[in-house]
């Protein structure tokens, strides 16, 4: 009987595989409601730590006795404090966030996603407390890293027991909710780093110019990735077509929604190119490819696997943002009543643009809290 410790990595393992929990969050009520683990069979209450501070009582009945029961809190003293006076009152067995949402925020599961022609390998690496979505497309010891983000060990890692040599590092467009991690895992790496050159012409570092039309190979079996300029989140947004099989949207779309267009402070100026990427572009693919986006925002977005993924047929079937008709209330959706901003856009933006240098500390606070990507 007693406390435990419970890492994200362990956490998020069990999200993914759908395991019953419940848990106590101790937090403020406006950082509970900001955002919270989420999981197809997790249950969870907020009761602030401040409100407990004389004992646990009068929560005791909220508690159930036949689930395992987790108690997390921002950083970590807050939850073991409170899961001690739990395992104290009832005698039972609690666990506790190590690190706290902090280390929730930046873990990154690696989910295979399914394997490519002639014994290449594509993985989705699901950044499941924030919502981000990066790829490795691995083929003959080679590796490209699509929209990594900047906890970069994780990669690091990943590369050293694929045992493959990183060949590009790309970010499908210029990052306003996250700092990107392509720069710095290209230097590490000796590789190119690409982003969009309509993205860039405020950056401060040398790049590769990625172009509409171009085509990228990676392996001796030579996999396909095709580039395709889709501007409407950000001017330059590019997608991805991986070996004849797999759309990877960036931020354009979603499983569940479509990107906003008001990041960089453009949205009057790029829903009309919203539009023809979502209307025309997208529209005139084969509808058989299967849609890999940069982010997701609900836990319903991931399948039994953690994956998240759907068929392009599928999402012009029941995603809103790809069927509304009459081009006046398409723009008053992705312009009016958007959510807000994601934490510190701009000085995202300015980090990924080498204009400001933030700390590793700064870095966790900016990006603290949910991607907010999305019109919806």
């Known amino acids: 009987m007693g406390i435990q410790a419970i890492t994200a990595a362990a956490l998020a393992k069990k999200v993914i595989r759908q395991e019953p929990l419940f848990i106590l969050d101790v937090r403020n009520e406006d950082e509970f409601k900001d955002w919270k683990v989420e999981g197809k069979n997790v249950e969870i209450i907020n009761k602030p730590y401040f409100e407990m501070l004389d004992g646990v009582e009068e929560i005791l009945d909220q508690i159930p006795s036949d689930k395992e029961v987790l108690v997390v809190c921002a950083k970590e003293g807050s939850s073991q404090f409170v899961a001690d006076m739990l395992a104290e009152a009832t005698g039972g067995d609690y666990l506790y966030l190590q690190g706290g949402m902090k280390t929730w925020s930046e873990h990154i599961e690696p989910v295979k996603v399914a394997d490519l022609s002639d014994g290449g390998e594509l993985y989705q690496f699901v950044r499941i407390g924030k919502g981000c979505l990066s790829y490795a497309v691995l083929s003959d010891g080679e590796a490209v890293l699509i ?14 027991e694929k045992q493959v040599v990183l060949k590009y590092a790309i970010d499908t467009h210029l990052h306003a909710d996250h700092i990107s991690g392509g720069r710095e895992l290209a230097e590490r790496f000796g590789a190119s780093y690409l982003l969009p050159s309509a993205d860039a012409g405020s950056v401060t570092f040398s790049y590769d ?78 509808r058989n490819l299967i849609v890999l986006p940069a982010h997701f925002s609900k836990k319903e977005e991931l399948d039994e696997n953690g994956r998240v993924m759907a068929k392009l047929d599928e999402l012009y079937a029941r995603n809103q943002g790809l069927n509304i008709e009459e081009e006046g209330a398409f723009r008053k959706k992705v312009t009016e009543n958007l959510p807000p901003q994601p934490n510190s856009y701009e000085t995202i933006r300015q980090t990924n643009m080498g204009q400001a240098a933030p700390s590793e500390e700064e870095k966790t606070e900016m990006e603290i809290g949910p991607n907010r990507c999305a019109v919806s």
């Open 147 to 160: 929209d990594p983000v900047r906890l970069t060990d994780a990669f690091a890692a990943f590369l050293e």
């Open 209 to 286: 110019p990625l172009e509409d039309g171009r085509t990228l190979t990676v392996g001796r079996a030579s996999i396909d990735i095709q580039a395709m300029y889709s501007p409407g989140h950000t001017i330059g947004s590019t997608s991805f077509i991986v070996d004849n099989q797999y759309l990877f949207t960036g931020d354009i779309l979603f499983v569940d929604s479509i990107g906003r267009p008001d990041l960089a402070g453009k949205a009057e100026d790029w829903v009309g190119d919203l539009r023809e990427t979502l209307y025309r572009r997208y529209a005139n693919l084969d």
